[in-house]
């Protein structure tokens, strides 16, 4: 149940109870005081009654008003008088006319009543009055009115409202007490579940934030129930697996970083120890014919080269990853691009005996908005991994270009090597490098792949691997078609 609907009904608990007690309450002291639970029905409009018939006292004390009114001789007719006493009995109540001081007619003994304890005349009340006459409370209704030759009279409806009065003063202190304690218990009940309910989650959600705080994200947090705060604290605990999954990533990548920064800082030392012997050898004669010095001179020059395309692809990487590398883009036909790339890099291939061979479904046009320069940056390096690491003496690297509904996909494949399927993860990951770059045949920074993906992505495209060892791999580069 959510907190809202819980408050709400809490609220209306809170609310409803309190009124049922009043109304318990009200009807207890309007009894007290009405004595005689059928008079209630007086208390309310006319319209909550249309459809009650009168009781049969209020039937017969009607009849007797309007008897008054018009032949009140009946009155003291025994025959007419006795006539009620059946009425009388079945409402328990007395009749009594009262003229002067004396009672003319009573219907039934009133030994603790005389004529004078009754209300006097002039009175005049149709409604119950509550009325202690010695030791016994009575409801007493009185109708004034005159007798002809015999003067003025009283009629009074009589009952004995003792038991009802006892037992109402006995039991509204005790039942006061008790709705009292309902009261507060209810209420008390619902404000502790409902602020248990609310503190709880709070507090466990305090507690993890403290230890987040802490460094410790390890400390996973309960989530019961179906309410706000288990949809925060369920926000809370991805928050918290995400910072977590964050911090391992980060502590990889540091420890990448070192490892980078240890094999190109042996990367860069070695190129430069060999420049620093060959120019001390020549220094010291140790060149002492024009083909040893040109040999040196061109060694030093190669590690030049390769000192120069190391830094490039650092500064490169670096730039990429800072989001400060500028694109320009344009709508190119890849099967026209990669036709002429693959020209240009034909004596490439031929000095390392590789076959090269492009193939293209039977679209016409693979249109796709890329950065010249940089695509063209993308496939030299995975080009170049597969001459670096081709190992068999008639190497085949496969260009297979696919239209596919809204993207270009090129396929680059070569018999090579392969990865290890556990490294397949990481090949495209920051400052990843595999150990087998590490020998001085490949060298390389370990960077192509990463810089690959880095303008991939530039381009919204994708870019995956797929190898296996002994048999080869194949990278797939998607791109977005466009329209002229």
């Known amino acids: 149940m959510s907190i809202r609907k ?8 809170m609310v409803v109870i309190p009124i049922i007690l009043f109304l318990i309450a009200g009807f207890l ?4 005081f009405i004595g005689d639970l059928g008079e209630l029905n007086k208390l309310l409009p006319e319209s909550h009654n249309y459809k009650q018939t009168a009781s049969q006292e209020s039937e017969l004390f009607v009849s007797l008003k309007e008897k008054s009114f018009q032949a009140p001789l009946e009155l003291l007719d025994e025959n007419y008088l006795l006539s009620l006493q059946a009425d009388l009995e079945r409402i328990n109540a007395v009749l009594a006319i009262r003229h002067g001081s ?3 007619y009573t219907s039934k003994d009133l030994a603790d009543i005389t004529a004078m304890d009754l209300p006097e005349f002039g009175y005049h009340s149709s409604d119950n009055n509550i009325e202690k006459i010695g030791d016994k409370t009575y409801a007493i209704k009185q109708q004034d009115f005159f007798i002809p030759n015999v003067g003025n009279a009283s009629l009074f409806f009589i009952k004995d409202a003792s038991i009802l009065t006892k037992l109402t003063q006995t039991i509204y202190p005790v039942l006061f007490v008790t709705l009292l304690l309902i009261l507060v218990i209810t ?10 309910s609310i503190i709880n989650p709070i507090d466990s959600l305090k507690n993890a934030a403290r230890k987040i705080k802490s460094g410790d994200l390890n400390h996973a947090i309960e989530i019961k129930g179906k309410d706000e705060l288990t949809e925060l604290a369920q926000t809370f605990e991805d928050m918290r697996k995400q910072l977590k999954e964050s911090a391992a ?4 990548y540091e420890e990448n970083r070192k490892e980078l920064i240890a094999h190109i800082s042996h ?11 060959y120019i001390e050898g020549i220094q010291d004669g ?8 040109q040999r040196y001179l061109q060694t030093i020059y190669q590690k030049s080269n390769d000192l120069d395309h190391l830094i490039d692809e650092l500064f490169l990487y670096s730039k990429l990853d800072l989001k400060k590398v500028p694109f320009t883009f344009e709508i190119v036909d890849l099967k026209d691009y990669l036709t002429d790339y693959l020209e240009e890099l034909n004596f490439d291939f031929e000095k390392t005996q590789t076959k090269v061979r492009f ?4 679209s016409s046009e693979f249109l796709v908005q890329v950065d010249r320069d940089k695509i063209k940056r993308v496939l030299s390096n995975i080009i170049e991994n597969s001459l670096k690491y081709m190992d068999k003496a008639d190497g085949n690297i496969d260009i297979n270009l696919r239209s596919i509904k809204d993207c270009v996909k090129i396929e680059i494949t070569d018999n090579g090597p392969g990865i290890a399927s556990d490294a397949l993860p990481y090949v495209f990951h920051q400052f990843y490098r595999a150990e087998q770059s590490r020998n001085k045949q490949t060298g390389g920074s370990g960077l192509g792949l990463s810089i690959a993906r880095m303008i991939v992505e530039e381009h919204n495209g994708e870019i995956e691997i797929e190898s296996q060892l002994n048999k080869g791999t194949k990278i797939i580069i998607s791109l977005r078609k466009v329209s002229r």
């Open 286 to 293: 140790v060149a002492t014919s024009p083909e040893r010095l």
């Open 102 to 104: 004396n009672f003319i």
């Open 249 to 252: 990533l980060q502590a990889q």
């Open 6 to 13: 819980r408050l709400n009904l809490s609220f209306m608990a």
């Open 187 to 196: 209420n008390g009940t619902l404000t502790y579940y409902v602020s248990r």
């Open 359 to 362: 193939t293209h479904d039977g």
């Open 29 to 32: 002291i309007l009894t007290l």
């Open 267 to 277: 990367d860069l030392k070695t190129p430069i120890t060999s420049i620093k012997g």
